[in-house]
């Protein structure tokens, strides 16, 4: 299509599907996008020219979100937020603050020691009144007590779950981790029951899967209560590029999604995978292999620091040298 539309005087031009903007439109977010800048032991905003635009007399500041930042008094060490134009819109009174969203901030009162959600007046939220917040709002619902329990509430203020709980993690990937009356198990979002409580202890859900542990021994476990990998190793990991890394016997291998032992129990100790490579101690040394359990880098170091190569190289140490070694086994020795 060859249509012409325009926008707000020639600011935004759409010719042939593409939007373009013009010089008129990039002059005017140059004026409102402020950037935290630091001088000294002091902080500011600057624009995108380098040029100071709030002077730099806050002892912290936060980037602006919905025209507003928060920002911290020099002397006080306490919080407020001020608007685009420098002005202080909600005075500092605050030990703690979040960015606002959605028109509110979550923010904590030193006098009260209680985490409250305020609007752009500073205000605390009616909706909220009641409650204290345990922490922001993750996945639309946010962790609230009462009376020393705990439940979940949506950004309309409705209890969408009970506030009966002696505990409960944040929502992940749909699943919370709750205690009532001294057990734990796991709850969806409407509060549904869905792993009951016959483990003695567990973690958090990451990427859909989460660690469990029964008489001593761990295993993995899906939001549907399926145990993925049998309860019966002394240690274990959630999957990383594909293979975690368990411990059986006291020895250290990997296995898939389906249990299946990828490489064998034979190691001292090692590190998930990370570019492909693991970092493992075999007979008290230290190498790398690769994930199908090749030998990489010798098993030659009395230690080994990282296992991710940062700038394509490890530090390592044999008796009283030390030195680098990079993915392919190269060594550069320090003098």
Not at 20 to 44: C, F, S
Not at 283 to 312: L, R
Request: hydrophobic share 35%; with cysteine.
């Amino acid at each position: 299509m060859n249509e012409i539309k325009k926008y707000q005087s020639n600011e935004i031009v759409k010719k042939d599907g593409a939007v373009r903007v013009t010089n008129r439109l990039l002059a005017l977010i140059d004026e409102t996008i402020l950037i935290p800048h630091q001088e000294g032991d002091k902080w500011g905003f600057i624009n995108r020219k380098g040029e100071c635009v709030i002077p730099h007399i806050y002892r912290k500041v936060q980037s602006f979100s919905e025209s507003l930042a928060g920002v911290m008094d020099f002397e006080s060490y306490t919080w407020g937020y001020m608007d685009i134009n420098g002005n202080l819109s909600i005075p500092f009174a605050f030990e703690e603050c979040e960015p606002f969203l959605e028109g509110m901030a979550l923010v904590l009162f030193p006098t009260y020691g209680h985490l409250w959600y305020i609007d752009k007046k500073g205000e605390r939220i009616k909706a909220f009144e009641k409650y204290c917040f345990e922490d922001s709002f993750s996945e639309g619902l946010a962790r609230v007590s009462l009376d020393d329990k705990m439940g979940f509430i949506d950004k309309f203020g409705n209890e969408v779950i009970p506030v009966i709980y002696d505990d409960c993690s944040n929502f992940i990937d749909g699943v919370s981790k709750v205690e009532f009356n001294g057990n734990w198990s796991f709850i969806d979002r409407d509060g549904k029951e869905i792993i009951p409580t016959s483990y003695d202890n567990f973690l958090e859900f990451s990427g859909g899967i989460a660690k469990f542990k029964r008489k001593g021994k761990w295993g993995l476990i899906d939001k549907f209560g399926n145990e993925i990998i049998p309860i019966v190793y002394d240690e274990c990991s959630v999957f990383y590029q594909g293979l975690s890394k368990v411990k059986y016997n006291g020895k250290w291998g990997f296995i898939d999604m389906t249990g299946k032992e990828i490489i064998s129990f034979i190691y001292d100790e090692c590190s998930v995978f990370y570019q492909g490579l693991s970092k493992v101690k075999y007979n008290g040394k230290w190498g790398f292999i690769d994930k199908t359990g090749k030998e990489i880098i010798s098993f030659i170091y009395d230690e080994c620091y990282d296992y991710n190569f940062h700038y394509d190289c490890v530090q390592v140490r044999i008796g009283d040298k030390w030195g680098k070694v990079d993915k392919i086994g190269k060594e550069f020795w320090y003098d």
